[in-house]
């Protein structure tokens, strides 16, 4: 399976900014739909946002209300979660997942192929 592996994570105050990087081997973002989820402590995984192969964007606006974009750059092969306005609700180990194209994108079964997360902690 492709390795993904995510990098940007960190611990920031309330209303701050972080950007989320996930790496994977070329053109994997050019085929697969890539999707950000959140795992919180006692908490299931929860779906944040997709981008399809193609470019279109998914989000689960409940959770992500308009602060989080998700992009993706084919030529690095790099799929990116820009995240606005931080809030300690936010606080999560974020994971970066790859699925075939056509599955349902805010379903963590559809996901076959996830890195090993990164740790974003917002304090208050």
């Known amino acids: 399976q492709a390795q993904l592996v995510e990098s940007g994570g960190g611990l920031v105050q309330a209303g701050d900014s972080l950007r989320l990087s996930c790496a994977t081997p070329?053109?994997?973002?050019?085929?697969?739909?890539m999707g950000w989820f959140r795992q919180a402590p006692g908490k299931e995984r929860e779906f944040v946002a997709a981008?399809?192969?193609?470019?279109?964007?998914?989000y689960n606006v409940d959770s992500v209300k308009g602060r989080f974009t998700i992009s993706k750059d084919n030529r690095k092969s790099t799929v990116y979660l820009q995240m606005n306005s931080l809030e300690p609700e936010d606080t999560a180990v974020y994971y970066c997942?790859?699925?075939?194209?056509?599955?349902?994108?805010?379903?963590?079964?559809?996901?076959?192929?996830w890195g090993q997360g990164t740790q974003v902690t917002v304090s208050s």
């Open positions: 997942a790859a699925a075939q194209p056509g599955a349902p994108s805010a379903e963590v079964a559809s996901y076959s192929n």
């Open positions: 981008i399809s192969r193609i470019g279109s964007t998914t």
């Open positions: 070329p053109r994997t973002v050019m085929w697969y739909t």
